[in-house]
């Protein structure tokens, strides 16, 4: 588990601001995750990547940029938050057919 | 897409008791069925997994079974300990998405020693 890290792991941000979360991965997994965890819908899938400079969107994508210029490296950034992007947000990675590592989330906070 | 869902949303057993917590799923061509388990304030972590060519899995206490046909599948805790106390994610996943997964709401377990 040590292998997947998330920075920072607490945010308190205002509205309109940019922020970017970081994700590393230390195992040179092909595929990471960014998930969302909210009371009462469980864990969402917001991108995911299968390699480097390649992405796609999940299932709740909108206000939301990914880019993975490095295998290691997948950083989420929230372009302008709003308050409905306050949430924990969870990094995962995995080798093919692997299972998926969660890093230890991001607590971010929309004021 | 893809639709999981779990139930029951809460359990509460006591120590020695089993747990059963099912999962449906919507997409046929999902093969990839695994459960998670999280601690308040930790990140989720697998306990277990199944993928669509096999029936039942089992790893000690905890096993998971799985039918194709009907499209749920299950799991199941045996003389459970207060430390199995957590909240427990099915998930489901299909190709070719890289095993992202759709998780289902989650279920909170309580074992009262």
Same mark, same amino acid.
């Given at each position: ?7 920072? /792991? ?8 940019? *922020? ?29 990547? @299968? @390699? @480097? ?12 940029? *990914?880019? /993975? ?11 302008? @938050? ?10 995962? $990675? $995995? ?11 991001? /607590?971010?906070?929309?004021? | ?23 449906? &799923?919507? !997409?046929?061509?999902?093969? &990839?069925? =695994?459960? &998670? ?8 972590? +697998?306990? #277990?997994? #199944? ?7 089992? !790893? ?5 079974? +799985? ?7 299950? +799991?199941? #805790? ?5 430390? !199995? ?9 299909? =190709? =070719?998405?890289? &095993? ?8 909170? +377990?309580?074992?009262?020693?």
């Amino acid at each position: 588990d040590a292998g997947i890290t998330q920075s920072p /792991r607490y945010k308190i941000t205002e509205t309109g601001r940019q *922020v970017t979360l970081m994700c590393h991965q230390t195992w040179s997994h092909s595929y990471m995750f960014w998930y969302r965890q909210d009371l009462g819908h469980g864990l969402r899938l917001i991108y995911y990547s @299968a @390699a @480097a400079d390649i992405t796609d969107k999940g299932e709740v994508p909108d206000g939301y940029v *990914v880019s /993975r210029s490095k295998t290691e490296n997948f950083p989420l950034t929230l372009e302008s @938050a709003t308050r409905s992007q306050t949430s924990v947000y969870f990094c995962a $990675s $995995s080798g093919v057919e692997d299972e998926q590592f969660f890093g230890p989330g991001t /607590r971010l906070t929309v004021l | 897409g893809e639709n999981v869902e779990q139930h029951p949303s809460t359990l509460s057993v006591q120590e020695g008791d089993s747990a059963v917590i099912k999962c449906t &799923y919507s !997409d046929s061509a999902s093969n &990839y069925f =695994p459960w &998670y388990k999280q601690e308040l304030g930790k990140r989720p972590q +697998l306990i #277990i997994d #199944i993928r669509s060519n096999v029936g039942e899995k089992k !790893d000690q206490r905890i096993a998971v079974t +799985l039918n194709k046909t009907a499209k749920h599948f299950s +799991l199941h #805790i045996t003389e459970t300990q207060p430390e !199995d106390s957590a909240v427990y994610f099915c998930a489901a996943s299909r =190709p =070719p998405t890289g &095993y992202a997964l759709n998780f289902g709401k989650g279920t909170s +377990l309580l074992v009262t020693p």
